[in-house]
């Protein structure tokens, strides 16, 4: 028929289907319904549909995501009631955020994260809107600023007697990796040297060699091809701490496996390197499996408020009671607790 039409009934229909599946599996469906169209044809249904009215939220939800990780990045608006979409700006930048909000005015509260282009951001678009940090980037932030409290004054807690470690087999010794994935950073890392020797940028080899701004950078510190083969394969290196094995023996015989402490104890004796690898070689032997620490533990989740719990078991008040005592021979540790404990509550 070359002048078919189709009634507004059956238009809302094929629409509905092309909004929840799709071209393809639309058309499936549609066929399965006797109301048979090609998959272009919903795709043309979808685009005539008019878009809704973008209502201006109460409560504005603002976070960042990624079109391309580590490079473009958006800005996200959700009405933080309905929890529904309301707009994507293409950038990550107050200027963008003050932009949307002078065109649609009426905002009162918005949550956002601790960044502070949105602060800014929404304090020249909507001077009178009330800032709001959301929960999860509170505890992010609070658990990273009493892990570096901890870290500090971690000589003031008290020690525990460690449990003796079974000795782990002598590394192997290095060999010089093969394949075609070492031969792509060999090639590479020599397109790189050589165009850092004819003074060119950072950004020039990046659209010459089209990699990333992070790959090049890595490329460029390498002073050779085998440094970046070292952690992965049969090319791993010896880490540097692999030198102090006979300390790091004796301070662990004396029962000392605090990695922070021996961390500042190798550091004044000329050890480069950051403490994790510190905390996590295998070259000490014994000593490596008391040094590392343990996952730090989850945040309760937002369907469940902190301190609560379902179920509570003696395990867990007698491990609550047991974390309170730690915190007593600490006093500069006093405020961070107290700090976390009115979050708790």
């Not at 509905?16 to 272009?40: E, P, T």
């Not at 994507?88 to 200027?95: F, T, V, Y």
């Not at 932009?99 to 509260?109: K, S």
């Not at 609070?142 to 000795?167: C, G, I, K």
């Amino acid at each position: 028929m070359p002048h078919a039409r189709r009634s507004r009934g059956l238009s809302d229909v094929l629409a509905g289907i092309g909004m929840a599946l799709g071209g393809r599996a639309g058309a499936r469906l549609a066929a399965r319904v006797a109301a048979a169209v090609s998959r272009m044809t919903l795709l043309r249904q979808v685009r005539a549909e008019r878009e809704p009215e973008v209502c201006v939220p109460r409560v504005l939800g603002v976070d960042d995501f990624a079109l391309r990780k580590g490079h473009v990045y958006g800005t996200l608006l959700v009405d933080a009631q309905t929890r529904r979409p309301v707009e994507l700006l293409p950038e990550r930048s107050a200027q963008a955020l003050k932009e949307w909000l002078i065109q649609h005015p009426g905002v009162e509260v918005v949550c956002r994260d601790r960044a502070g282009g949105y602060a800014d951001g929404i304090a020249q678009g909507a001077p009178e809107a009330v800032q709001v940090a959301d929960r999860f980037h509170l505890w992010q932030n609070l658990a990273a600023a009493v892990e570096r409290a901890v870290a500090r004054h971690r000589r003031d807690l008290p020690r525990t007697t460690p449990e003796p470690a079974p000795t782990t087999p002598p590394a192997e010794s290095p060999g010089i990796r093969q394949g075609p994935l070492a031969e792509r950073t060999r090639r590479r890392h020599r397109q790189v040297h050589n165009l850092l020797a004819q003074g060119r940028t950072i950004t020039e080899i990046v659209g010459e060699l089209d990699l990333a701004r992070n790959t090049v950078r890595r490329f460029a510190r390498a002073a050779t091809a085998e440094e970046l083969l070292a952690h992965d394969g049969t090319g791993k290196r010896p880490r540097q701490v692999a030198g102090y094995d006979a300390y790091l023996r004796e301070r662990f015989a004396h029962e000392c496996t605090n990695a922070v402490v021996l961390w500042d104890e190798l550091q004044q004796q000329g050890y480069g390197e950051a403490m994790r690898a510190c905390a996590t070689t295998s070259a000490p032997g014994a000593a490596s499996q008391c040094l590392r620490p343990n996952p730090p533990s989850r945040p309760p989740s937002a369907r469940s408020p902190p301190g609560s719990s379902a179920t509570p078991t003696t395990s867990n008040t007698s491990s609550n009671s047991s974390s309170k005592q730690s915190w007593t021979p600490a006093p500069n540790l006093n405020v961070s607790a107290s700090v976390f404990r009115a979050s708790l509550a």
